[in-house]
């Protein structure tokens, strides 16, 4: 790919680009792109995120993934705990192979 400097702007050929839009991946002169979310886009891109509905967007997918891990790693601790706690309220006979044991089969 051919560095910035020798780019020109996609709406006016005849400047020089100075930035290159991360949505679509053209290159813009300064008064083609403007400031989002601390990224430079174009203004076909702008109007794109601006209908982007508010779950769907950069920070809110992240807080939403960060929010669905921790549940998760949540979940998965009562899990095991509840698992725990069945084990650990067996009878200790169960535990020696002695609750399985009918004295009337066992021969003597």
């Known amino acids: 790919m051919e560095p910035l400097a020798t780019q020109r702007c996609f709406n006016h050929a005849?400047?020089?680009a100075v930035a290159r839009c991360p949505e679509c991946g053209r290159f813009f002169c300064r008064e083609c792109v403007t400031e989002h979310d601390d990224r430079a886009?174009?203004?076909a891109c702008l109007?794109?995120?601006a209908h982007v509905p508010l779950f769907q967007r950069r920070g809110v997918?992240?807080?939403v993934?960060?929010?669905q891990g921790a549940a998760s790693v949540v979940l998965a601790?009562?899990?095991f705990y509840l698992v725990?706690?069945?084990l650990l309220s067996l009878p200790d006979s169960f535990h020696e192979r002695t609750l399985w044991q009918v004295p009337w089969l066992e021969k003597e």
């Open 14 to 16: 005849e400047r020089e």
């Open 41 to 43: 886009v174009c203004a």
């Open 47 to 49: 109007r794109k995120l």
């Open 61 to 63: 997918v992240h807080l």
């Open 65 to 67: 993934h960060f929010v």
């Open 77 to 79: 601790w009562f899990w």
């Open 84 to 86: 725990g706690q069945g």
